[in-house]
């Protein structure tokens, strides 16, 4: 089979070919012409056999190699030989007439017949098998289109059902999306819902402190404020956000700011400063402040609290003068103890001598009221003894009570 093949596309045997097709072409149109194709390969097509000699073919091959184009020789008395190259078959084509089959006219017209013979033919044979082609390219080209319509119809069907499942995908995340961002939606209303409880508690939380508290930009200027801080400033929020800190005048930040100037940045810790109102009173303050920043260390601000210690200083100095004071009574007092003790002491030596001395008479007194009343006396004497018995006993009485307390505050 595929030794057939080769022999079919040989170049050898299509020029043979079409060699033959040439040769029945001018048999057909110049039946009295006896023709030969001889190739440059020495490969010979007979149209007629012993039309040449080998000498007549071998002068006309010369000729035609030498002069490109259609030659003659002189062939017999009355004969005459042609040659013409054909360069699409690279071949020469030899032909001639049998003598007395033409007549004078036909002799001049006849090799122009041939060579026009030639000449057309292989235009005419291309011309065909280009027809041929374009016929085979179209039954090709109609193959092909049936092929493609059939794949179209199919990719067409397929694509159908794909945009049906793509749709069908569609809808079902379409709906899946609507049921993500629902919820995404609901989460960030309760999330945004937290952020503002979050931010009103923590502004009440501000609100409510006990101590001032603002923060800055990086240019310094206020950005928000408690309400401890307007009170002990005097400033309002609104006319205070959107100022430079430096209105404040503070004493450790005069020169520069320890948060945002020059190389070693730190904060601020217990601080002693002093700030002026918006009055123009100063305040002296005990600070703590530090810088704010975002997630890759950038510095974005800073954040300051104070309290208010003017009048708590006032409230020392004067506790201070009030302590000397006090110091100056108790030293007083402790002088005045001193005299104290010793009146006393003396007031409890006398009372106790004075005691001493005013019980021993008493006792005598006492002790002869007795001895009258075993007497005997008349009931008015007697009363009478009985009464002044009973007089120095209450007198006796408290002079023991009043001896007893000195010996007690002995």
């Known amino acids: 089979m595929i030794s057939v093949l080769n022999s079919i596309f040989d170049d050898g045997s299509h020029q043979t070919m079409q060699g033959q097709k040439l040769l029945e072409c001018i048999n057909t149109y110049v039946p009295d012409a006896m023709v030969e194709l001889v190739f440059s390969d020495d490969r010979t097509v007979f149209g007629r056999e012993g039309a040449f000699s080998k ?110 499942v793509i749709q069908k995908k569609q809808a079902d995340y379409s709906k899946t ?19 503002e409880i979050n931010n009103q508690l923590q502004q009440k ?17 206020i950005t928000s404020v408690n309400k401890e801080f307007c009170s002990i400033t005097g400033f309002s929020k609104d006319g205070i956000l959107g100022r430079e800190c430096t209105l404040l005048r503070s004493t450790l930040c005069r020169d520069n700011c320890p948060l945002f100037d020059g190389d070693e940045r730190k ?28 997630d890759s260390g950038r510095i974005t601000g800073g954040v300051e609290s104070f309290v208010d210690v003017t009048n708590l200083i006032e409230a020392r100095k004067s506790l201070e003068k009030t302590n000397q004071q006090l110091v100056h009574a108790i030293e007083h007092a402790e002088e005045m103890k001193g005299q104290a003790e010793f009146a006393n002491k003396a007031k409890s030596e006398f009372l106790a001598a004075m ?49 007893d307390f000195s010996k007690i505050e002995a």
């Open 55 to 164: 000498s007549t073919r071998k002068r006309l091959l010369k000729n035609v190699a030498k002069d490109k184009k259609m030659v003659s020789v002189a062939v017999g008395e009355n004969g005459c030989a042609y040659a013409i190259p054909v360069k699409t078959l690279d071949a020469v084509l030899l032909f001639a007439f049998r003598e007395l089959s033409l007549d004078s006219a036909a002799t001049a017209y006849a090799p122009t017949v041939v060579q026009l013979c030639t000449e057309l033919f292989l235009p005419y044979e291309a011309l065909h098998q280009e027809k041929e082609y374009r016929m085979t390219q179209q039954r090709q080209l109609n193959r092909k289109i049936r092929v493609l319509e059939k794949s179209y119809l199919e990719i067409l069907a397929d694509n159908h059902r794909q945009h049906q």
């Open 177 to 195: 999306l609507k049921v993500e961002i629902a919820r995404q939606t609901e989460e960030l209303q309760k999330a945004n819902v937290c952020l």
């Open 205 to 221: 939380i501000l609100d409510n402190a006990a101590t001032a508290i603002f923060t800055v930009d990086v240019m310094g200027r």
């Open 267 to 294: 904060p601020i810790i217990k601080e002693q400063d002093t700030i002026y109102t918006n009055d123009g009173r100063p305040r002296v303050i005990i600070k703590n402040a530090d810088s704010l920043s975002d």
């Open 355 to 403: 005691s001493h001395e005013i019980r021993t008479p008493m006792n005598a007194v006492i002790g002869f009221t007795d001895i009258l009343l075993e007497t005997s006396l008349n009931p008015e004497q007697k009363e009478h003894a009985c009464a002044i018995k009973q007089g120095g006993e209450a007198l006796l009485s408290l002079i023991n009570d009043i001896l």
